[in-house]
């Protein structure tokens, strides 16, 4: 049999951790050794496969792109049937349809799954891949995440009512928009139980991580992740990158991409698609006020600041995590090296890279911010040139990818992470025009709420935890 040796296998980022295939990364979430799962090689798409996928589906491109990462898990026309149906409720026939801006630049949009953020992209196919595994185990799982907004609610639609799984998610008090809470707070579902905390999304990724970290607990709960250090997430988000890539050319005609970034999972996945062979001349990465990453590619050293609020809320972030899998390729791959320079950063709040491993980085990537008030001045820019509203996140995208962009001949993909609908007052603020929810969220307003609001203590978020698991009927 090939089968296995066509599997794909997993290392820690850390090196310490077991090697793992696809179905022990989606369950394990971070590894054991405190790093984060990446696949042993990439796995390449020729320039055939690559004029193969015209006339595709944006979910038969997106299976067979992922299939790579998957195979072994289940059988391929099966794989091609869960993705498809993770995408037949998204409200565009063309599910990631592409939109031109400007001469030469487009906006891919990525808000058309129920929650209207580009976590649906991924995750409704992550939560129907875990109930496949689980019923087959004969298992429970129990999820737990912390969101800034916008994975919370695509993690919740992912996995509600599913028979397999418990869904608990932390987020902010009082830092997330309504829309954001309302769409986590008003799913009637008993496998859905969500926890407002009191302090920021870093304290909320913070008891996650300590969560993960105490074994005793985690086995007892049979904890699992759809944090963007789910190496599932990203197989599944380079789906869009090598839709976009093809339709404007690939493998022929090279690519660049403008990434509103939080916790750098979102744009590693075009890192991704771009070992994979997509020709993908520029990574932009545009970030707000929390700017970490900007900061990074500018001086080489990563150092940790307070978290400011903005009006961009799903990139207030004092630490990219995912970052650290990019990391592991900038060191040629040596996990005792990412281990020190991630102890290094937790314990003094920063570590670095030397000169020719920023210049290697920045051959490809390049980085940039915006505060709130740039912010709005590109929203109306952008409304006023090309009549599109576009929400904060997309306009930080954009505007800064039109900034950085280094070849004026390449065409420039804009990443529109969410809904303008979902930042009404923002929206409203910069353009004097507020946008509207789309129909399958008109009445979301209207909707009761549940949630529990605790302070930002491990042992009572434990406590709240066992508890709610052990109602809704995990042995
Ligand atoms: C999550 C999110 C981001 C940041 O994505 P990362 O993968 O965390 O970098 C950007 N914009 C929106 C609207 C988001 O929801």
């Not at 009404?424 to 509207?436: I, K, Q």
């Not at 399958?440 to 203590?457: C, G, I, M, P, Q």
């Amino acid at each position: 049999m090939l089968e296995n040796s066509n599997k794909q296998r997993y290392v820690s980022t850390r090196g310490h951790a077991a090697i793992l295939d696809f179905e022990g990364v989606l369950l394990a979430g971070l590894a054991t050794d405190g790093g984060l799962y990446v696949p042993e090689r990439w796995p390449k798409l020729t320039d055939s496969d690559l004029r193969a996928l015209a006339g595709l589906t944006f979910a038969e491109l997106t299976a067979r792109v992922m299939w790579p990462f998957v195979a072994g898990l289940m059988g391929e026309d099966d794989f091609q049937a869960l993705v498809t149906d993770a995408y037949d409720d998204f409200d565009h026939q063309a599910v990631a349809p592409l939109v031109q801006l400007y001469h030469d630049t487009w906006l891919l949009e990525l808000f058309h799954g129920p929650t209207l953020s580009f976590k649906d992209y991924a995750l409704q196919i992550v939560g129907r891949l875990f109930d496949q595994v689980l019923t087959r185990r004969g298992e429970r799982i129990t999820i737990v995440g912390a969101t800034s907004g916008d994975t919370g609610s695509a993690a919740i639609e992912a996995c509600r009512d599913r028979e397999t799984i418990d869904i608990i998610i932390l987020h902010p008090a009082g830092r997330v928009s309504e829309v954001q809470r309302r769409q986590m707070t008003t799913v009637a579902a008993d496998n859905v139980h969500n926890i407002a905390i009191e302090g920021t999304f870093d304290d909320c990724q913070n008891l996650v991580k300590a969560m993960f970290n105490d074994v005793p607990f985690r086995n007892d709960c049979r904890l699992g992740a759809v944090n963007s250090i789910n190496w599932a997430r990203i197989a599944a988000q380079t789906g869009y990158y090598v839709a976009a890539a093809t339709t404007l050319g690939a493998p022929d005609r090279p690519v660049a991409f403008a990434v509103p970034t939080g916790n750098f999972g979102n744009v590693f996945a075009g890192y991704a698609a771009k070992q994979m062979g997509i020709p993908i001349d520029q990574l932009v990465i545009a970030s707000n006020p929390n700017d970490i990453l900007t900061r990074f590619f500018q001086t080489g050293t990563m150092t940790a600041k307070n978290v400011v609020p903005s009006i961009s809320p799903s990139m207030d972030i004092q630490v990219s995590s995912n970052f650290e899998r990019l990391l592991f390729d900038v060191m040629k791959r040596d996990g005792g090296a990412v281990g020190q320079a991630m102890e290094g950063f937790k314990v003094h709040g920063r570590f670095s890279i030397d000169d020719d491993q920023l210049a290697g980085l920045s051959d490809l990537f390049e980085a940039g911010r915006h505060d709130d008030e740039e912010t709005r001045r590109a929203i109306d820019q952008i409304f006023g040139e090309t009549g599109q509203l576009v929400d904060p996140h997309t306009a930080i995208g954009l505007s800064v990818g039109r900034a950085r962009r280094r070849d004026p001949g390449t065409p420039m993909v804009a990443l529109a992470t969410a809904h303008p609908a979902k930042f009404p007052d923002a929206v409203e603020h910069a353009t004097g025009v507020r946008p509207t929810l789309p129909d399958r969220l008109a009445d979301l307003f209207e909707r009761e709420e549940r949630y529990d609001t605790l302070t930002n203590e491990l042992s009572a978020v434990q406590d709240l935890i066992r508890t709610r698991i052990a109602l809704s009927g995990a042995a």
